[in-house]
DNA sequence: TTGAAAGCGCTAACAT
DNA sequence: ATGTTAGCGCTTTCAA
């Protein structure tokens, strides 16, 4: 692998003339340019990434710590995540935990501010002493989509109303008519989506509906998750007419329990989830979900990660992504009189 | 951030010593090592990697370049590749092209060799001139699941038996009695999945029964894809009582395709794909695949890259995934004499 | 067992 | 417009 000064050398100049025409040709003569870029053609030049980061204290990339790349949310967030990044002319560095603490932090340890310039941390629901340890480290760091509500103090955030979201979900089931509802609360290793299903109690206790603690299914944020909590609350609780997932994954596993039953989804049964990831559009029926605006949440992270880089000292901050949404598909209906169950 | 050298100073020692404590304990006197893991604690220091990578000539880092990160098939070999990579103490760098030729080069030119110690390359229908040009580069690259066969003289590859794989999902349907049978083919910005449908066409051969050539479609390689496929197919080839996809996502479309009008899987219409996504399990009726062991994949191909990391001169080498295999779920039934057609 | 010193490949003043 | 020089933070012989 050819080096800066062996251009420099066959070009008959010196490495600083080399690395001026590499970013400031302006400032070097045409001629000059030219000799040096025929020595880096010749010998197949390509800068050493890791000597430039060194020199310049900054390499340019930045991490993406997620819990669980297979979970659709994260590519699909990631995929903007990374074109933005890309047109800011950083690499993204995608880091998987697994749902994994230990992993989590080792890659925050050992990244921020030594490899990458920054960090962006999603929804990995770091305990307090982690997000302590993190504060004050050079490199900046944003936290997105986590799923608790107490920012004092702490890192740059980008908040994702995720208590709105469960709030409108219930709000559009109430609204068909459905009263007996049935709840699929997702969690990771880490803790469980609880803003959402506060959100949604909350909406019922407004609307004077009674909630029922034992409707609630609290399962791993899986499709196999939604399915087997579908598959209990059915044996539990077989008068119910809806039910309420906390992420479309479980409401995707929800709706092949119901099929594997001979239930009808919305005829004997409504379903709605949140989050609207490309699955919700594409099942059958199509679900009706609270969607989080994935692609916003994405671009707002991430430019206020690299925003945070480039002009550092303004931190924290908070920065709020744009509200829940309902999207109404045919996954729900409204609850007709003389609604026939199956036995 | 502190540096070595300050650790070194406040522990009375010189950064050789400093450095030795944190890779070979066992040279330094126990009482040496307490002093200096104190000043380490004290000073909350962590090592640069970028200035380690430079001096050592290697940065543990390795980069995933792949088409699409919002396919599925891409995350779960991603998961399994991460892991193995970093029980072999790599981070794994993924990079995403969104299908865009131009990015996919820039990754490599960029990468390879100057930030990462080795590349692995998935499914990304090179092209020859960029093959030739990666060739002889210093840093390892591996490609995987590429979809051609012509290996002469190119870079270590792991052979994904893509060929056999259509070739068993013709034979499946054969046996079922089917012979009017639809074909989805997906296809990136870089190609389309012509192996599997040459097995296909083979074992049709085989079996002579006529292959039907307007009864291809060939569609980007996503659930859309395999939706409007499946629509084409049906006015234009309304009696055919199969369809083969040459991927799981595919499948998923057409399914929706056929649920969208009524048409029932596999009463009227059997369905196969390839791959074996854990979607293909999770919809409804469960898809009916050949499976390609993505996580076979992932292992022998990440493998492979850090053995010639690490062991680097026996270039080039050609490893096989094992072979595909037919899964059996409910997607697909036999041809059942009078087999009955929606009009 | 520890220290001294050179160097990884590049950048960025500063000097010419 | 180009050259000189001093690092960036770490590793690694080689000496002591």
């Given at each position: 692998?050819?080096t800066?000064?062996?251009?420099?050398?066959?070009?008959?100049?010196?490495?600083?003339?080399?690395?001026?025409?590499?970013?400031?040709?302006?400032?070097v003569?045409?001629?000059?340019?030219?000799?040096?870029?025929?020595?880096i053609?010749?010998?197949?030049?390509?800068?050493?990434?890791?000597?430039?980061?060194?020199?310049?204290?900054?390499?340019?990339?930045?991490?993406?710590?997620?819990?669980?790349?297979?979970?659709?949310?994260?590519?699909?967030?990631?995929?903007?995540?990374?074109?933005?990044?890309?047109?800011?002319?950083?690499?993204?560095?995608?880091?998987?935990?697994?749902e994994?603490?230990?992993?989590?932090?080792?890659?925050?340890?050992?990244?921020?501010g030594?490899?990458?310039?920054?960090?962006?941390?999603?929804?990995?629901?770091?305990?307090?002493?982690?997000?302590?340890?993190?504060?004050?480290?050079?490199?900046?760091?944003?936290?997105?989509?986590?799923?608790?509500?107490?920012?004092?103090?702490?890192?740059?955030?980008?908040?994702?109303?995720?208590?709105?979201?469960?709030?409108?979900?219930?709000?559009?089931?109430?609204?068909?008519?459905?009263?007996?509802?049935?709840v699929?609360?997702?969690?990771?290793?880490?803790?469980?989506?609880?803003?959402?299903?506060?959100?949604?109690?909350?909406?019922?206790?407004?609307?004077?509906?009674?909630?029922?603690e034992?409707?609630?299914?609290?399962?791993?944020?899986?499709?196999?998750?939604g399915?087997q909590?579908?598959?209990?609350?059915?044996?539990?609780?077989?008068?119910?007419?809806?039910?309420?997932?906390?992420?479309?994954?479980l409401?995707?596993?929800?709706?092949?329990?119901?099929?594997?039953?001979?239930?009808?989804?919305?005829?004997?049964?409504?379903?709605?989830?949140?989050?609207?990831?490309?699955?919700?559009?594409?099942?059958?029926?199509?679900?009706?979900?609270?969607?989080?605006?994935i692609?916003?949440?994405?671009?707002?992270?991430?430019?206020?990660?690299?925003?945070?880089?480039?002009?550092?000292?303004?931190?924290?901050?908070?920065?709020?992504?744009?509200?829940?949404?309902?999207?109404?598909?045919?996954?729900?209906?409204?609850?007709?009189?003389?609604?026939?169950?199956?036995?």
């Amino acid at each position: 692998m050819a080096t800066l000064s062996e251009v420099a050398r066959l070009a008959g100049v010196t490495t600083a003339t080399v690395s001026n025409v590499l970013r400031n040709p302006g400032k070097v003569r045409p001629a000059t340019v030219a000799r040096v870029e025929a020595a880096i053609a010749q010998l197949g030049y390509r800068p050493n990434l890791m000597a430039r980061a060194l020199a310049r204290g900054k390499s340019c990339m930045v991490a993406l710590v997620l819990p669980s790349i297979t979970n659709p949310f994260y590519p699909e967030l990631v995929r903007v995540a990374e074109r933005v990044a890309r047109q800011r002319k950083y690499f993204l560095m995608v880091c998987n935990t697994d749902e994994d603490p230990e992993i989590g932090h080792a890659y925050l340890n050992q990244i921020a501010g030594t490899l990458a310039d920054g960090v962006l941390v999603l929804h990995m629901g770091m305990a307090t002493e982690v997000i302590e340890e993190l504060r004050g480290r050079h490199a900046p760091i944003v936290l997105a989509s986590e799923e608790f509500e107490d920012f004092s103090d702490g890192l740059p955030h980008v908040i994702v109303n995720f208590r709105r979201a469960g709030q409108v979900a219930a709000e559009h089931l109430l609204k068909l008519g459905h009263r007996k509802i049935g709840v699929i609360v997702g969690r990771g290793l880490e803790g469980m989506q609880h803003l959402r299903l506060e959100g949604f109690k909350h909406a019922l206790l407004d609307a004077g509906v009674a909630f029922d603690e034992s409707c609630v299914q609290c399962v791993l944020d899986t499709v196999p998750g939604g399915y087997q909590a579908t598959s209990s609350l059915l044996s539990t609780h077989p008068d119910m007419t809806a039910i309420f997932a906390t992420n479309d994954l479980l409401a995707f596993g929800a709706s092949q329990a119901l099929a594997d039953r001979g239930i009808r989804i919305p005829g004997d049964i409504s379903l709605i989830g949140i989050t609207d990831i490309q699955l919700a559009q594409q099942m059958r029926p199509a679900l009706t979900t609270v969607a989080l605006h994935i692609q916003e949440i994405a671009k707002i992270s991430i430019n206020l990660l690299l925003d945070l880089i480039e002009n550092p000292g303004h931190q924290p901050i908070l920065v709020r992504a744009p509200e829940p949404e309902l999207v109404v598909r045919a996954s729900t209906s409204s609850l007709r009189r003389g609604h026939l169950h199956r036995g």
